[in-house]
């Protein structure tokens, strides 16, 4: 198993729990949740049962008699509600007498909570009544629809209050753990073809899974995203589909944000989606929020309705600037398009989001780990040629890093004008925000900024290869 090692040692450290666990594992689909569970326990549980995407009540409690019968090697009556399935599971655990834990493992579990099913409430009564009394059970719910775990498990207000006992949240690979995947699977790729493969599938496992050795990076995107036969041709329709119920509104939301790189609040979503504004549109940025998909960015104000909301999903992202638009119905388009300029705004922005999601080891670089830390946008109040900066790094040695983030395929250049930018972006920034801290711009580039009369206006920089640690 590549990586995973704070999740892997949060799982020993459950199986040497002395009290019953009600573990949690959740995140982005295709994140490797299932996979990670499975290698741990190398299948070794009391009970197994995933939910069905797009089922009846009926169904989902006919496959988890199934999955009764099959663990506990006997016949149980087919239940008609969630409350009798759950005491045959009791009745299937007592039975079980293998020494050590017994590991509970129900998958999809936001699948199984039908509309009236009561699913929630039998759940409830089982760990109340009787797991959470037993010191061997460890109960694990997992689940790709992070807003309904979230809502209805972590959030919940009623017999599940504060009963979950662990939290995983499985997070995609870092471009490190990317690397050493790819290593694994003899996959030769420079660390700049690395950051740009992180680009388009920002470090999903399921997606790297399809990646061939014997392609180059530009084959193996065209082989995956713009070949029909591919198992990732229509991953765009099936991944929202299968995590909210209604998606209309959700797709209305990403589409809009593909379109704004440097985010958009609350009430510009509203303006350009003409989605009715109310509790239903609060939940839906929760869901896209919770299940991965955009950052909410705080400004560096703090102020609510100064916050950002930002596509952070690469894999939308790229399929809103290419896939979708490819009526040139063209199985080699990736190959085609490289250096051209519709590659390099896309690049731009989609190598900001990779910075984004590596802060921990910009601050690595910069030597402020230990340093106590908030990160924030800022964007002019200005009318005329606001300024606006996507990263800052406040630091509580009365230093704030204004990060810029450039993505080249060789040294980055500051020429007079780029240099006159910067210096009115932070003048801007010092004046509008009134912060009496050090400013310090940092430049956060593939392969370092290239020394010349604007360069020692520089304080600090960070790599490609910092990124990697």
Not at 84 to 101: D, H, M, T, V, Y
Request: include cysteine; glycine fraction near 4%; hydrophobic fraction near 35%.
């Amino acid at each position: 198993m590549i990586g995973r090692n704070y999740e892997k040692a949060e799982l020993q450290r459950i199986i040497e729990s002395d009290k019953a666990e009600f573990v949690v594992v959740f995140g982005r689909r295709r994140v490797g949740k299932t996979f990670l569970v499975r290698e741990f326990f190398k299948n070794n549980f009391t009970f197994y049962h995933t939910g069905m995407a797009k089922s009846t009540k009926k169904q989902q409690l006919e496959a988890f008699n199934n999955s009764l019968c099959k663990y506990g090697n006997t016949e149980f009556s087919q239940s008609k509600n969630w409350f009798n399935s759950f005491q045959q599971l009791e009745k299937l655990i007592i039975a079980n007498r293998k020494r050590g834990k017994k590991i509970i493992f129900i998958d999809e579990m936001p699948w199984l909570d039908t509309r009236r099913s009561d699913f929630v409430s039998a759940l409830e009564y089982f760990w109340n009544s009787f797991a959470s009394a037993r010191k061997d059970i460890v109960f694990i719910a997992c689940g790709s629809a992070t807003s309904w775990i979230t809502n209805k498990i972590l959030k919940n207000h009623g017999g599940l209050h504060n009963r979950v006992t662990r939290q995983i949240y499985l997070q995609p690979f870092t471009l490190k753990e990317c690397e050493e995947y790819y290593a694994s699977q003899k996959i030769v790729m420079s660390r700049y073809e690395m950051v740009e493969n992180y680009m388009i599938f920002g470090g999903v496992p399921y997606y790297l899974s399809f990646m061939r050795k014997d392609l180059s990076m530009s084959q193996n995107v065209d082989e995956l995203l713009f070949n029909k036969q591919s198992p990732l041709f229509n991953e765009f329709e099936n991944l929202y589909a299968s995590l909210f119920k209604n998606a209309e509104n959700h797709l209305k939301i990403v589409e809009v944000l593909s379109k704004k790189s440097k985010g958009l609040t609350r009430d510009e979503i509203l303006g350009a989606t003409k989605i009715a504004n109310g509790g239903n549109f609060t939940q839906t940025l929760n869901d896209l929020e919770l299940c991965g998909f955009i950052r909410k960015y705080n400004g560096f104000s703090n102020k609510e309705r100064n916050a950002l909301y930002q596509l952070c999903d690469f894999y939308t992202l790229f399929y809103f600037y290419y896939l979708k638009k490819n009526r040139f119905d063209d199985e080699h388009f990736w190959t085609n398009l490289i250096e051209s300029g519709q590659h390099r705004a896309w690049s731009g922005y989609s190598f900001e989001q990779v910075c984004l999601s590596h802060i921990k080891q910009i601050k690595q670089k910069l030597g402020i780990s230990g340093v106590l830390t908030k990160t924030a946008s800022w964007r002019s109040l200005k009318k005329e040629n606001p300024a606006q900066i996507d990263l800052l790094i406040e630091r509580n040695d009365n230093v704030i890093n204004l990060c810029e983030m450039k993505f080249s395929n060789n040294e980055f250049v500051i020429d007079k004008d780029y240099d006159k930018a910067l210096r009115n972006k932070r003048s801007a920034f010092k004046t509008e925000s009134k912060t009496r801290k050090t400013i310090h711009i940092t430049m956060v580039t593939t392969y370092g900024v290239k020394r010349n009369i604007y360069s020692g206006n520089i304080q600090s920089e960070v790599t490609l290869n910092d990124l990697f640690v």
